[in-house]
């Protein structure tokens, strides 16, 4: 293409959700628009929980309810504390529907098709090797021996951003910032489903778990309810599971599927996926430390924009909402004259302005809560513990706070007690 001199307006790195948006929003504006993925199809390569919120993809995408593939909207949320055998869950139903499940690889392909329909190209199994740089500017990508040259690149590429790594441009990805999340998607019919967990005809649950079934890593667990299956996984802090898991990481979601109080709710599918995937943890540390440059834009996962607040997980929606802004800053650059640094500035400004960056900030602290090991150890055993002696006394049914104070005798002061539980409130 460099040979034949063939330039485009924009190149996006990465078909997921952010990638897409980016592309879309641009290719609808009439810019020559290249999309680059390296799995074998749009989204091959991603991996999520298994829930997204519908607003802010709704206004990247209008049609959105009409044709994505939308499995179930959440109408039920459930969080549990586990330890032992023990279960004490609270749960939520009613409300607007605010959120769907689904497979991002049907999402992803789906939004990528949306590119393609808006005049976009897209090509899959493309791996790109380098950002073609010239004094300090990025003027395009390198594939193998060729160069695809563009007015701008949006890297889109994921949390593993080794071409911004190898072009100086971010610092090298941290385990200390970064969480594992690993996945298996079960098969049920349609009708287990619903009848395994309350369910109509389209409505689906969220249910997060926190205690020991992480298998005592700092992290929790999740289970969304698909169309015909469940996505159940978990996601730990990868420093943890660094220094402490002995065996594949596999064997810990394999013993959450076969809990005791779990396994009756798929005791008649069969796995059907495994995945796994590095997510931004700590936020701030992550985002590099501008998201934009002379000619290019950082997007989504690679610009560390997610938020994880135990009970509220956003990723695809932010994702997909960075993409689409900034494709709304190349083209405020374009009627500028150029892609430069000071014209992609915009970016940042949008960001600000948006819930992305206003959300990231309100919950700033929300990672350092994560880090204190008794709130998935200690405090799921007291809550059970309490709730055994309120709810199985033989003769006598004691006093909530007697309770309290005899479950948690010889295990934690009222002290750290206390200063847990004013960082918490404070944090989230």
Not at 98 to 103: E, M, P, Q
Not at 131 to 159: F, S, Y
Not at 403 to 420: E, N, Q, R, S, V
């Amino acid at each position: 293409m460099k040979e034949a001199g063939y330039k485009f307006d924009a190149i996006v790195i990465g078909a997921g959700p952010a990638g897409s948006s980016a592309a879309y929003t641009l290719a609808k504006k009439g810019f020559k628009v290249l999309v680059v993925e390296r799995g074998r199809a749009p989204g091959s390569k991603n991996m999520f929980g298994g829930r997204v919120y519908a607003d802010p993809i709704r206004e990247v995408f209008p049609d959105l309810d009409k044709s994505a593939p939308i499995h179930r909207w959440v109408t039920k949320e459930r969080i549990s504390l586990v330890s032992g055998g023990k279960m004490t869950s609270i749960e939520f139903e009613g409300g607007e529907r605010v959120s769907f499940t689904t497979y991002l690889t049907e999402l992803s392909s789906w939004m990528a098709k949306k590119v393609e329909e808006a005049g976009g190209i897209v090509l899959t199994e493309i791996t790109v090797d380098n950002l073609v740089m010239e004094n300090g500017r990025v003027r395009g990508i390198k594939v193998g021996n060729e160069e695809v040259l563009a007015d701008v690149v949006i890297d889109a590429e994921g949390i593993n951003r080794l071409l911004l790594e190898r072009a100086g441009l971010v610092p090298k990805l941290s385990p200390s910032y970064t969480g594992l999340g690993v996945k298996e998607v079960i098969k049920l019919s349609k009708e287990d489903v619903e009848r395994n967990f309350g369910l109509g005809d389209g409505e689906g649950m969220a249910w997060l778990f926190m205690g020991d079934v992480t298998g005592g890593l700092p992290g929790g667990a999740f289970l969304y309810t698909n169309k015909d299956s469940i996505s159940l996984g978990m996601v730990v802090m990868l420093s943890s599971a660094v220094e402490r898991v002995k065996e594949h990481i596999s064997r810990y979601v394999e013993r959450l599927r076969l809990h005791p109080l779990l396994e009756k709710y798929f005791r008649n599918g069969r796995i059907m996926e495994y995945s796994a995937h590095l997510v931004p943890e700590y936020v701030w540390p992550t985002i590099p430390h501008r998201l934009y440059g002379d000619g290019f834009l950082v997007v989504g996962d690679a610009a560390g924009l997610l938020l994880n607040l135990g009970y509220n997980f956003r990723g695809v929606d932010f994702a997909s909402y960075s993409g689409y802004l900034a494709a709304q800053a190349v083209e405020k650059a374009h009627s500028m004259g150029d892609m430069s640094a000071k014209n992609l500035s915009i970016y940042q400004e949008l960001l600000e302005r948006s819930f992305i960056l206003k959300q990231l900030r309100s919950f700033k602290d929300a990672p350092k809560m994560r880090e204190n090991e008794r709130l998935y150890g200690l405090y799921p055993y007291l809550v059970n513990e309490v709730a055994d002696k309120l709810f199985h006394a033989r003769y006598e049914t004691p006093k909530l706070m007697d309770a309290f104070k005899d479950a948690k005798k010889g295990k934690i002061g009222w002290f750290t007690l206390i200063k847990d539980l004013y960082e918490v409130s404070r944090s989230i």
